[in-house]
Protein backbone atom coordinates (compact mmCIF):
# COMPACT_ATOMS: atom_id res chain seq x y z
CA UNK A 1 0.00 0.00 0.00
CA UNK A 2 1.54 3.46 -0.93
CA UNK A 3 2.33 5.78 1.43
CA UNK A 4 0.25 9.02 2.06
CA UNK A 5 3.02 11.19 2.75
CA UNK A 6 3.46 11.72 -1.02
CA UNK A 7 1.53 15.02 -1.12
CA UNK A 8 0.88 16.96 -3.88
CA UNK A 9 2.31 15.48 -7.53
CA UNK A 10 5.63 16.43 -8.85
CA UNK A 11 3.35 18.93 -11.22
CA UNK A 12 2.54 21.09 -8.62
CA UNK A 13 5.37 21.08 -7.07
CA UNK A 14 6.87 22.34 -9.80
CA UNK A 15 4.82 24.72 -10.82
CA UNK A 16 4.70 25.81 -6.98
CA UNK A 17 9.03 26.16 -7.02
CA UNK A 18 9.50 27.69 -10.38
CA UNK A 19 6.96 29.74 -9.94
CA UNK A 20 7.99 31.10 -7.26
CA UNK A 21 11.76 31.20 -8.51
CA UNK A 22 10.33 33.16 -11.23
CA UNK A 23 7.83 35.68 -9.68
CA UNK A 24 10.57 36.42 -7.06
CA UNK A 25 13.75 36.90 -8.83
CA UNK A 26 12.27 38.67 -12.23
CA UNK A 27 10.77 40.93 -10.15
CA UNK A 28 14.17 41.07 -8.03
CA UNK A 29 15.96 41.53 -10.94
CA UNK A 30 13.41 44.76 -12.42
CA UNK A 31 13.49 46.25 -8.93
CA UNK A 32 17.47 46.37 -8.59
CA UNK A 33 17.35 48.30 -11.97
CA UNK A 34 15.34 50.70 -10.76
CA UNK A 35 17.36 51.52 -7.77
CA UNK A 36 20.34 51.85 -9.78
CA UNK A 37 18.62 53.94 -12.76
CA UNK A 38 16.88 56.23 -10.24
CA UNK A 39 17.13 59.87 -10.20
CA UNK A 40 16.65 62.34 -7.60
CA UNK A 41 15.15 65.44 -8.04
CA UNK A 42 18.74 66.68 -7.29
CA UNK A 43 19.98 64.57 -10.10
CA UNK A 44 21.73 62.57 -7.75
CA UNK A 45 21.85 58.63 -7.84
CA UNK A 46 22.16 55.77 -4.82
CA UNK A 47 25.50 54.53 -5.19
CA UNK A 48 25.39 52.61 -1.77
CA UNK A 49 25.70 48.85 -2.84
CA UNK A 50 27.33 47.69 0.15
CA UNK A 51 24.40 49.26 2.34
CA UNK A 52 22.00 47.37 -0.06
CA UNK A 53 24.09 44.38 0.42
CA UNK A 54 23.56 45.11 4.21
CA UNK A 55 19.56 44.80 3.72
CA UNK A 56 19.55 41.95 1.23
CA UNK A 57 21.41 39.69 3.19
CA UNK A 58 19.10 40.58 6.66
CA UNK A 59 16.18 39.78 5.25
CA UNK A 60 17.42 36.18 3.96
CA UNK A 61 19.28 35.90 7.65
CA UNK A 62 15.51 36.19 9.22
CA UNK A 63 13.55 34.05 6.62
CA UNK A 64 16.62 31.73 6.78
CA UNK A 65 16.87 32.00 11.11
CA UNK A 66 12.85 31.45 10.57
CA UNK A 67 13.11 28.39 8.22
CA UNK A 68 15.95 26.90 9.79
CA UNK A 69 14.01 26.55 13.68
CA UNK A 70 11.02 25.19 11.53
CA UNK A 71 12.45 22.21 10.12
CA UNK A 72 15.69 21.83 12.58
CA UNK A 73 18.91 23.44 12.83
CA UNK A 74 21.85 21.32 12.69
CA UNK A 75 24.12 21.41 15.65
CA UNK A 76 28.04 21.41 15.72
CA UNK A 77 28.39 23.21 12.37
CA UNK A 78 31.89 23.87 11.57
CA UNK A 79 31.35 28.31 10.58
CA UNK A 80 35.22 29.37 9.10
CA UNK A 81 34.29 27.93 5.89
CA UNK A 82 30.51 29.43 6.11
CA UNK A 83 32.54 32.85 6.90
CA UNK A 84 35.28 32.70 4.50
CA UNK A 85 32.27 31.98 1.28
CA UNK A 86 29.91 34.37 3.04
CA UNK A 87 32.18 37.24 2.44
CA UNK A 88 33.23 35.83 -0.95
CA UNK A 89 29.59 35.78 -2.17
CA UNK A 90 28.45 39.41 -0.62
CA UNK A 91 31.90 41.21 -2.43
CA UNK A 92 30.84 39.60 -5.40
CA UNK A 93 26.88 40.76 -5.39
CA UNK A 94 28.26 44.12 -3.71
CA UNK A 95 30.30 44.20 -6.84
CA UNK A 96 27.80 43.43 -9.58
CA UNK A 97 25.69 46.33 -7.73
CA UNK A 98 28.39 48.87 -8.31
CA UNK A 99 28.82 47.46 -11.87
CA UNK A 100 25.30 48.69 -12.26
CA UNK A 101 26.13 52.32 -10.43
CA UNK A 102 28.23 52.78 -12.41
CA UNK A 103 27.10 52.85 -15.66
CA UNK A 104 26.81 49.10 -17.32
CA UNK A 105 22.86 48.04 -18.37
CA UNK A 106 21.16 45.49 -16.86
CA UNK A 107 20.84 43.11 -19.52
CA UNK A 108 24.76 43.06 -20.54
CA UNK A 109 25.40 42.99 -16.68
CA UNK A 110 22.86 39.42 -16.75
CA UNK A 111 24.57 38.08 -19.38
CA UNK A 112 27.79 38.27 -18.28
CA UNK A 113 27.17 36.92 -14.94
CA UNK A 114 25.31 34.03 -16.72
CA UNK A 115 29.18 33.08 -18.06
CA UNK A 116 30.50 32.46 -14.75
CA UNK A 117 31.38 29.34 -15.10
CA UNK A 118 34.81 30.88 -17.04
CA UNK A 119 36.21 32.00 -13.98
CA UNK A 120 35.46 28.74 -12.10
CA UNK A 121 36.62 27.09 -15.03
CA UNK A 122 40.14 29.39 -14.94
CA UNK A 123 40.67 28.15 -11.42
CA UNK A 124 40.45 24.50 -11.61
CA UNK A 125 42.98 24.23 -15.02
CA UNK A 126 45.69 26.77 -13.06
CA UNK A 127 44.90 25.05 -9.83
CA UNK A 128 43.06 21.71 -9.73
CA UNK A 129 44.49 19.84 -13.06
CA UNK A 130 40.71 19.68 -14.44
CA UNK A 131 40.05 19.28 -18.01
CA UNK A 132 37.39 20.55 -20.30
CA UNK A 133 36.33 19.50 -23.65
CA UNK A 134 35.86 21.97 -26.61
CA UNK A 135 32.01 22.50 -26.26
CA UNK A 136 32.38 23.58 -22.97
CA UNK A 137 34.76 26.01 -24.47
CA UNK A 138 32.54 27.23 -26.97
CA UNK A 139 29.80 27.34 -24.51
CA UNK A 140 31.83 30.13 -22.58
CA UNK A 141 33.09 31.79 -25.96
CA UNK A 142 29.77 31.97 -27.08
CA UNK A 143 28.35 34.03 -23.33
CA UNK A 144 31.37 36.19 -22.90
CA UNK A 145 31.55 36.61 -26.91
CA UNK A 146 27.94 37.23 -27.02
CA UNK A 147 27.68 39.66 -24.11
CA UNK A 148 30.55 42.09 -25.35
CA UNK A 149 28.49 42.52 -28.68
CA UNK A 150 25.18 43.27 -26.98
CA UNK A 151 27.80 45.82 -25.17
CA UNK A 152 28.44 47.28 -28.08
CA UNK A 153 25.39 46.86 -30.25
CA UNK A 154 23.23 49.67 -28.77
CA UNK A 155 21.55 52.19 -30.59
CA UNK A 156 22.98 55.33 -31.06
CA UNK A 157 21.68 57.17 -28.31
CA UNK A 158 21.62 54.81 -25.86
CA UNK A 159 24.14 55.12 -23.46
CA UNK A 160 27.37 53.48 -23.45
CA UNK A 161 29.19 50.80 -20.77
CA UNK A 162 31.81 52.92 -18.38
CA UNK A 163 35.14 51.29 -18.00
CA UNK A 164 34.52 50.90 -14.20
CA UNK A 165 30.79 49.28 -14.30
CA UNK A 166 33.16 46.43 -16.60
CA UNK A 167 35.62 46.27 -14.41
CA UNK A 168 33.34 45.57 -11.39
CA UNK A 169 31.81 42.76 -13.69
CA UNK A 170 34.71 41.39 -14.43
CA UNK A 171 35.66 41.60 -10.41
CA UNK A 172 32.04 40.21 -9.90
CA UNK A 173 32.82 37.16 -11.97
CA UNK A 174 36.32 36.66 -10.53
CA UNK A 175 34.61 36.34 -6.93
CA UNK A 176 32.58 33.88 -8.09
CA UNK A 177 35.03 31.62 -9.57
CA UNK A 178 36.59 32.15 -5.92
CA UNK A 179 33.40 31.78 -3.61
CA UNK A 180 32.57 27.96 -5.75
CA UNK A 181 35.87 27.32 -4.66
CA UNK A 182 35.26 27.90 -1.11
CA UNK A 183 32.06 26.13 -1.37
CA UNK A 184 33.48 23.05 -2.29
CA UNK A 185 35.77 23.32 0.33
CA UNK A 186 33.13 23.76 2.80
CA UNK A 187 30.68 21.08 1.91
CA UNK A 188 34.26 19.13 2.30
CA UNK A 189 34.82 20.69 5.89
CA UNK A 190 31.27 19.37 6.59
CA UNK A 191 31.29 16.29 4.87
CA UNK A 192 34.84 15.58 7.35
CA UNK A 193 33.29 16.95 11.00
CA UNK A 194 30.12 14.53 10.29
CA UNK A 195 27.33 16.54 9.60
CA UNK A 196 25.05 17.56 6.77
CA UNK A 197 23.27 21.03 6.95
CA UNK A 198 19.47 21.51 6.01
CA UNK A 199 18.97 23.77 2.99
CA UNK A 200 17.64 26.40 5.77
CA UNK A 201 21.61 26.03 7.34
CA UNK A 202 23.13 26.95 4.30
CA UNK A 203 20.55 30.40 3.91
CA UNK A 204 20.94 31.62 7.66
CA UNK A 205 24.80 31.11 8.14
CA UNK A 206 25.99 31.80 5.15
CA UNK A 207 23.83 35.20 5.22
CA UNK A 208 24.66 35.95 8.37
CA UNK A 209 28.32 35.98 7.41
CA UNK A 210 27.54 37.94 4.52
CA UNK A 211 25.36 40.48 6.12
CA UNK A 212 28.08 40.81 8.63
CA UNK A 213 31.00 41.66 6.15
CA UNK A 214 28.20 44.16 4.15
CA UNK A 215 27.84 45.60 7.85
CA UNK A 216 31.69 45.82 8.66
CA UNK A 217 32.53 47.01 4.75
CA UNK A 218 29.24 50.05 5.12
CA UNK A 219 30.16 51.21 8.17
CA UNK A 220 33.59 51.80 7.12
CA UNK A 221 32.83 53.18 3.42
CA UNK A 222 29.99 55.57 5.52
CA UNK A 223 27.38 53.92 3.23
CA UNK A 224 25.53 53.23 6.42
CA UNK A 225 24.85 57.01 6.95
CA UNK A 226 24.72 57.85 3.65
CA UNK A 227 22.31 55.10 2.47
CA UNK A 228 20.14 55.94 5.23
CA UNK A 229 20.18 59.69 4.46
CA UNK A 230 19.36 59.06 0.29
CA UNK A 231 16.55 56.99 1.31
CA UNK A 232 15.01 59.39 3.94
CA UNK A 233 15.09 62.12 1.45
CA UNK A 234 14.03 59.28 -1.58
CA UNK A 235 11.02 57.90 0.12
CA UNK A 236 10.22 55.63 -2.54
CA UNK A 237 13.38 54.25 -3.82
CA UNK A 238 13.33 52.71 0.35
CA UNK A 239 10.14 50.86 -0.84
CA UNK A 240 11.75 49.73 -3.75
CA UNK A 241 14.86 48.60 -1.94
CA UNK A 242 12.64 46.43 1.13
CA UNK A 243 10.99 45.00 -1.92
CA UNK A 244 14.12 43.79 -2.99
CA UNK A 245 15.56 42.33 -0.23
CA UNK A 246 11.91 40.87 0.34
CA UNK A 247 12.42 39.17 -3.13
CA UNK A 248 16.03 37.73 -2.44
CA UNK A 249 14.95 35.90 0.68
CA UNK A 250 11.22 34.47 -0.95
CA UNK A 251 13.25 33.47 -4.07
CA UNK A 252 15.97 31.99 -2.21
CA UNK A 253 12.82 29.79 -0.17
CA UNK A 254 11.70 28.84 -3.38
CA UNK A 255 15.16 27.44 -4.41
CA UNK A 256 15.58 25.70 -1.71
CA UNK A 257 12.41 24.37 -1.46
CA UNK A 258 13.00 23.22 -5.25
CA UNK A 259 15.90 21.57 -4.31
CA UNK A 260 14.80 19.38 -1.56
CA UNK A 261 12.00 18.23 -4.40
CA UNK A 262 13.73 17.83 -8.07
CA UNK A 263 17.26 17.31 -9.47
CA UNK A 264 19.64 20.29 -9.45
CA UNK A 265 19.26 20.17 -13.23
CA UNK A 266 15.45 21.15 -12.72
CA UNK A 267 16.81 24.11 -10.41
CA UNK A 268 19.43 24.92 -13.48
CA UNK A 269 17.24 25.21 -16.08
CA UNK A 270 14.68 27.41 -14.19
CA UNK A 271 17.00 29.61 -12.94
CA UNK A 272 19.44 29.84 -15.90
CA UNK A 273 16.19 30.19 -18.30
CA UNK A 274 14.94 33.00 -15.28
CA UNK A 275 17.96 35.03 -16.55
CA UNK A 276 17.22 35.25 -19.87
CA UNK A 277 13.57 36.28 -19.08
CA UNK A 278 15.45 38.79 -17.34
CA UNK A 279 17.22 40.39 -19.68
CA UNK A 280 13.99 40.31 -22.39
CA UNK A 281 11.69 41.92 -19.78
CA UNK A 282 14.49 44.88 -19.09
CA UNK A 283 15.33 45.23 -23.45
CA UNK A 284 11.17 45.58 -23.68
CA UNK A 285 9.91 47.35 -20.52
CA UNK A 286 12.77 49.30 -19.24
CA UNK A 287 13.54 51.04 -22.65
CA UNK A 288 16.98 49.53 -23.98
CA UNK A 289 17.90 49.92 -27.11
CA UNK A 290 19.51 47.70 -29.37
CA UNK A 291 20.91 47.35 -32.89
CA UNK A 292 20.26 44.31 -35.40
CA UNK A 293 24.34 43.53 -34.09
CA UNK A 294 23.13 43.75 -30.10
CA UNK A 295 20.18 41.15 -31.01
CA UNK A 296 22.81 38.94 -32.68
CA UNK A 297 25.07 38.74 -29.61
CA UNK A 298 21.83 38.16 -26.97
CA UNK A 299 20.98 35.10 -29.39
CA UNK A 300 24.33 34.02 -29.66
CA UNK A 301 24.64 34.17 -25.87
CA UNK A 302 21.57 32.39 -25.21
CA UNK A 303 23.12 29.83 -27.82
CA UNK A 304 25.98 29.47 -25.08
CA UNK A 305 23.72 29.31 -22.13
CA UNK A 306 20.98 26.75 -23.74
CA UNK A 307 24.47 24.83 -24.91
CA UNK A 308 25.65 24.38 -21.88
CA UNK A 309 21.67 23.26 -20.25
CA UNK A 310 21.39 20.99 -22.78
CA UNK A 311 25.13 19.75 -22.00
CA UNK A 312 24.24 18.75 -18.67
CA UNK A 313 21.18 17.52 -19.20
CA UNK A 314 22.64 14.68 -21.21
CA UNK A 315 25.04 13.88 -17.89
CA UNK A 316 28.10 15.81 -19.49
CA UNK A 317 28.26 18.00 -16.08
CA UNK A 318 27.08 19.00 -12.87
CA UNK A 319 25.36 21.93 -11.21
CA UNK A 320 25.15 22.63 -7.77
CA UNK A 321 23.66 25.74 -7.45
CA UNK A 322 22.16 27.73 -4.94
CA UNK A 323 21.59 31.23 -5.91
CA UNK A 324 19.80 32.44 -8.83
Same mark, same amino acid.
Given at each position: ??????????????????????????????????????????????????????????????????GMHLTGATPNIPLKMFAISGAAQVTAKACTSLALANGLSFPVATLAK?? !?? /??????????????? $??? =?? *??????IGGTAIVSMGKKKGGAPSSTLGVIYIFLSLALDGVTAGFQKRLKAETAKAGVSPKPYDFMFWTNLFMALT????????????????????????????? !?? /??????????????? $??? =?? *???????????????????????????PTGWSGILLACAGIFSELQHKSGGGGKKKGHVA
Open positions: MKSAKQGLPDVFKLLIGAGGIYAAFLYYGSLQEDVFRYKAADGSSFKQAWFLQVLEALANVLVGFVSG !KM /APVMLGSLLLGGASY $TIR =DY *LQVACIAIVIAAALGEATTGLAFCAANPEIFGKII !KF /ALCSAVGQSFIFYTI $TNF =DP *LVLSTVTTTRKIFSVLLSIFLKGHSLS
